[in-house]
């Protein structure tokens, strides 16, 4: 008997049990931890949704820093050229 409910289980994917010790057919009982409740649902939609944003926005300030950088290089070229020409 103890190896039937081994091999039921297996087949029924960990989910099911008995429902009456006398019946060798197997029914699928789905506890409450495997159900996502739409609250559940809607709620890691949510997270998803900030993490995108956040990725995004770090992205774009790191455009910007790179483009600041960028500026202040080409900056401090032109007054090098300027001073080395000025003061020969």
Known sequence: ????????????GGWGR???????RWTRIV???RRRTNLQVR???L?????????KE???EEEEE??????EEEQ??????LYITAHP
Request: aromatic letters at 4%.
């Open 43 to 45: 709620a890691e939609k």
């Open 31 to 33: 506890t409450n931890c």
């Open 1 to 12: 008997m103890q190896k039937d409910n081994e091999v039921g289980r297996k087949e029924a």
């Open 76 to 81: 401090e070229e032109l007054f090098y050229k």
């Open 18 to 24: 008995l429902s009456e010790p006398g019946r060798s």
């Open 66 to 71: 790179k483009e600041e950088k960028e500026e």
């Open 47 to 55: 997270v998803k949704k900030k993490k995108k944003k956040k990725k």
């Open 58 to 60: 770090e992205e774009e």
